[in-house]
Structures are given as C-alpha cells and as structure tokens.
C-alpha cells in the first residue's frame, strides 16, 4: 500500500472497455483510452468530478496494471490509487496494487495511513 505515493485514493467501480483495450492490443495499436470511474467515495485528494475517469495506456508493462488484473476488476467495487497530471487521473506505478477489490479490512488500514500521514506532516 504506497499511500504516500498516490494522489489520490478513491473508492469506484470501473466500466472497463475491454473491447477497445484487446483490439488495441491485436492491432499492437496502442494508445490511451480512458475507463469510467463511477466514484463513492473519496478517501486521499481532492475530490473531482463524478464519475471520473482513469487514464490508461493499452500497453502491458510490468511496472503499472495489467490488462488482465483490469478486465478482471469490471464492474466490481474497487479500490484506485492514482496520481494526477494535467488534470487528468492516472492509477498510481504500483503494479497491480494501484487497482484493488474493495475489501473493508483494507479501506480501514488505508484510512489508518492517511491519518497518520497528516498527523506526521502537521507536527
């Protein structure tokens, strides 16, 4: 969990266009596409435009989430560490760990990091 390392951390189910994504990649096509994010709920930045999207680059590569590990989050309660550039949100370079099943132990212990985070940066 890189709490520090995302800008923001939020809870959604995502409409991932799988069609778009594999096509891209039998073509060796690549590009970036966006996956709609309907938000729940915000727990680390600054809360944005609901739904929002997540910019993602159709390419596989062994530093951000796979293609696989987001065709198998669609349409399930997720938990998506990003970052921001332009304006636009980005899952955060943590592998597969930037898109996670949203399970209540997990969403504590993240909640838990932020607290401590901010208490450290205010004292």
């Known amino acids: 969990m890189k709490v520090s390392k995302s ?16 096509q891209a990649v039998k073509n060796d096509q690549h590009s970036y596409v966006n996956i709609p994010a309907n938000k729940s709920e915000h727990l680390k930045g600054k809360p944005g435009n609901y739904p929002a999207n997540i910019r993602y680059y159709t390419k596989d ?34 592998e597969n760990k930037s898109l996670q099943i949203a399970d209540p132990l997990q969403i504590d212990k993240i909640e838990s990091e932020i607290i401590r985070q901010k208490t450290i940066t205010n004292n």
């Open 61 to 94: 590569n062994s530093y951000r989430v796979s293609n696989n590990h987001l065709f198998s989050m669609h349409g399930k309660p997720v938990i998506i560490f990003a970052v921001i550039a332009q304006g636009e949100y980005y899952f955060t370079y943590l």
């Open 7 to 22: 800008d923001a951390i939020f809870l959604a189910v995502l409409t991932v266009p799988e069609a778009t994504i594999s």
